[in-house]
């Protein structure tokens, strides 16, 4: 089961996840995401993984895919609490990864 939390701080969604994240489990905020990017218009994003029991290696992928397609939407993200940051790769002006969520406005503002 996934919890997905969203709070809207600043203008910028912040997305907490919460429980296990696999394959199924992803349509769940993979829907949170496109609503936010294309119904809302949202382009910065922080994903909280902290709370997250378990992700595994094929989900990686999945959530690749979906910074891409938000990188596509001229986009970025702030990663926080994910130790794996080679899983998911490096973009120096797209993608952040912060220990503590607050630290996203050090990379993102309007």
Known sequence: MLEVN???ERGIPFLSLGGILNQNTFKKLG?????LLYNQ???YFVLDF???NFIPEKTYLNIQNKLV????NCGRV???GINNHDKIGYTKDKL???NEKLDAFKY???
């Open 31 to 35: 829907s949170e995401i496109n609503y």
């Open 41 to 43: 218009g949202f382009q």
């Open 69 to 72: 397609e938000i990188f596509l």
């Open 108 to 110: 993102l503002y309007l």
């Open 6 to 8: 969203t709070l809207i």
């Open 78 to 80: 702030v990663v926080c």
């Open 96 to 98: 952040f990864y912060v």
């Open 50 to 52: 902290s709370d997250i």
